[in-house]
T-cell receptor
Framework: RKEVEQDPGPFNVPEGATVAFNCTYS??????FFWYRQDCRKEPKLLMS???SGNEDGRFTAQLNRASQYISLLIRDSKLSDSATYLC???????????FGQGTRLTINP | DGGITQSPKYLFRKEGQNVTLSCEQN?????MYWYRQDPGQGLRLIYY???????QKGDIAEGYSVSREKKESFPLTVTSAQKNPTAFYLC????????????FGDGTRLSIL
């Protein structure tokens, strides 16, 4: 089983829709969780950290479910500029590194 | 402005040639990382370093070498032993040794001539 798994998509949704995707991780003792955004042929950029209590940043909401070992990202009122690949990132225990998921490709259509 | 600078942006390698990719950061971060990304794929860790003069192999270190002589610099050499080097190479750094988020340079695209 992969350490971090994401549905690669692609997800195609109309502008203004709400879209959500999940990411599962294999090690229950993982400590840190992040969502990154990567535009085509660009470097990944930190979108948000994911906290146990869940957190919101404008139209974006991230949640962590430790019991089921997944994190989620919800995008409300999606914009054309939200089109990108979203990477789920996890820090396994006792590892001084992050593990990146394959990414979920999202396209927002006008 | 603080950040991570990778150079060159594009690089071409001839058969049997070693090439070195530069990564410099002025964020005063202790940890630095090198990743490889192939088209449509995720990031794979090549090497990482938590402190000067120390580094560890990642998941795909074969055919690559690194050095960490200065805190701000972490160059990656793609050796002739790496038979399929065409990829997008990303350097990252973090203030927290593994726990915190990583910040990326804008990458180097390496191709074979």
């Amino acid at each position: 089983r992969k350490e971090v798994e994401q549905d690669p998509g692609p997800f195609n949704v109309p502008e203004g829709a709400t879209v959500a995707f999940n990411c599962t991780y294999s090690n229950s003792a993982s400590q840190s969780f992040f969502w990154y955004r990567q535009d085509c042929r660009k470097e990944p950029k930190l979108l948000m950290s994911v906290y146990s209590s869940g957190n919101e940043d404008g139209r974006f909401t991230a949640q962590l479910n430790r019991a089921s070992q997944y994190i989620s990202l919800l995008i409300r009122d999606s914009k054309l500029s939200d089109s990108a690949t979203y990477l789920c990132v996890v820090n396994p225990p006792r590892a001084q590194k992050l593990v990146f998921g394959q990414g979920t490709r999202l396209t927002i259509n006008p | 402005d603080g950040g991570i600078t990778q150079s060159p942006k594009y690089l071409f390698r001839k058969e049997g040639q070693n090439v070195t990719l530069s990564c410099e950061q002025n964020l005063n971060h202790d940890a630095m990382y090198w990743y490889r990304q192939d088209p449509g794929q995720g990031l794979r860790l090549i090497y990482y370093s938590q402190i000067v003069n120390d580094f560890q192999k990642g998941d795909i270190a074969e055919g690559y070498s690194v050095s960490r002589e200065k805190k701000e610099s972490f160059p990656l050499t793609v050796t002739s032993a790496q038979k399929n080097p065409t990829a997008f190479y990303l350097c990252a750094s973090s203030i927290d040794r593994g726990l915190g988020p990583q910040h990326f340079g804008d990458g180097t695209r390496l191709s074979i001539l």
